[in-house]
């Protein structure tokens, strides 16, 4: 059965200035979220196939909003994160269904190649809870300026028996990085690591 989304959000943070020095080009990051009724809510189901399958659909569905917010071919896209928050007649393991099985290859076909493990945070709350999505470059996980992380919110989710579900993809890393190690355009993204 299809995801049965209530809410869809999908939100763009464009840094221009940091610390009173330009950011050229800016540093962007788009998030969509969905907030979707949670199949397994109130009860112990040992079979979890229907949230990983609605993982699968939100991959590709979250992933597309991001590239497209971005106004940006997919594979310009540099790095991704993904989140889930369950209501509290939900378990963790809900968020983890939705999140590591198949969420990930429709996420990796959105924003072209992705090699690199997708980073991923999961939770349980209530209405208004954040979660702080983590992000890595998309192709080479060494790459130090896109360790980063975007918050995730909705004012009026997850409800008991709901699931937010979020995607983060940038156009770049942190804005003005200076931490050294493997720089983005010396990544390969053979291996997912380098």
């Known amino acids: ?4 989304i209530r809410k869809l959000i999908v939100q763009v943070d464009e840094t ?3 610390m009173g020095r330009a950011v050229n080009p800016p540093t962007r990051r788009a998030l969509a979220m969905a907030v979707i009724a949670n199949p397994c809510a109130g009860r112990y189901v040992e079979n979890l196939d229907e949230l990983i399958a609605i993982g699968e659909e939100l991959g590709a569905l ?3 909003k991001c590239v497209q917010a971005l106004g940006i071919e997919p594979g310009a896209a540099q790095s991704y994160g993904k989140a889930a928050i369950v209501g509290e007649a939900g378990e963790i393991e809900h968020a983890a269904a939705i999140l590591h099985p198949k969420l990930g290859a429709p996420l990796r076909k959105a924003v072209s190649k992705g090699a690199a493990l997708v980073p991923s945070a999961k939770k349980l ?8 999505v983590p992000l890595g470059h998309k192709d080479a996980a060494f790459v130090r300026s896109h360790f980063d992380a975007m ?3 909705v ?3 997850p ?4 699931i937010v579900v979020a995607v ?4 770049s890393g942190r804005p003005l990085p200076r931490v050294g190690g493997l720089q983005a355009h010396e990544a390969k993204g053979e291996d997912g690591l380098r």
């Open 159 to 162: 409800r008991a028996g709901e």
């Open 151 to 153: 918050e995730a919110r």
């Open 125 to 132: 709350g209530t209405l208004g809870t954040a979660i702080d």
């Open 16 to 18: 221009r200035v940091e």
């Open 1 to 4: 059965m299809p995801a049965q």
């Open 168 to 171: 983060v993809v940038t156009d």
């Open 62 to 64: 979250l992933g597309q």
């Open 155 to 157: 004012h009026d989710a």
